[in-house]
């Protein structure tokens, strides 16, 4: 069966940078596993409630977006960094589909404003790797505003390195998972 892998922008900002970032990898996924199906979910155009405990689990969009985590073999989470932690709404976007993470391959993207945050990702990560078993790529990319042009593009060549390198190490640890099981 070929493999399908995930890319979720999580920030709202319609001027975001992490979704900037996510549109690389999209792109590169696409190139580098042309065999393969690679997806894309943006929380600014899917609109999901706050997870409550309770009632939101029935939000008329959660299922379409469930379907797409549990179908992926690997994911890649594009992050905005708030108050020295991954922003509000990717950790919303794990405790309303929990499980469905269950053994993925996840790997993220990271923008911040200055240097300092880049341990931020980490509780998210320690979340995902005991409640759902995933596997945390280790090669992370953390971009702060000093990579990205007036025009908003990527102008660091060391941060598109990265992408790229990130977009290869998921299909590598995928595919090698998906071959062993
Ligand atoms: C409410 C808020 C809190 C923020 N907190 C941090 C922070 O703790 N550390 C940091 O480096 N940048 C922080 N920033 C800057 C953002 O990480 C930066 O704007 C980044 O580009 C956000 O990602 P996005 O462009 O994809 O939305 C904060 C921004 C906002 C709006």
């Known amino acids: 069966m070929k493999s399908n892998f ?5 920030s709202l900002n319609q001027d975001s940078k992490s979704r900037i970032m ?6 590169n996924l696409k ?11 943006d929380l600014q155009e899917v609109e999901l409630p706050i997870c ?7 939000h008329p969009n959660l ?27 990717a950790k919303n976007l794990i405790e309303l589909t929990g499980r ?8 993220f993207l ?16 320690n979340s995902l790797m005991l409640d759902f078993r995933s596997l945390i790529i280790p ?13 908003d593009g990527i102008t660091d060549e060391a941060v598109l390195a990265r992408i790229e390198k990130l977009s290869r190490e998921l299909i590598r640890i995928s595919d090698s998972l998906k071959t062993a099981a």
């Open 6 to 10: 995930l890319v979720v922008s999580t």
């Open 22 to 27: 996510a549109r690389i990898a999209y792109d």
């Open 31 to 41: 190139r580098l596993a042309d065999q393969a199906e690679v997806n894309w979910l």
């Open 52 to 58: 409550d405990g309770g009632p939101a689990y029935e």
């Open 63 to 89: 299922p379409a977006v469930k379907e797409q985590i549990e179908k992926a073999d690997g994911i890649i989470v594009a992050i905005p960094i708030y108050n020295y932690a991954s922003g509000a709404m």
């Open 100 to 107: 469905a993470w269950t053994d993925k391959t996840v790997g």
């Open 110 to 125: 990271c923008a911040a404003g200055g240097k300092s945050s880049y341990m931020s990702v980490m509780s998210l990560a």
């Open 139 to 151: 090669s992370f990319v953390y971009a702060d505003g000093n990579a990205f042009d007036e025009t």
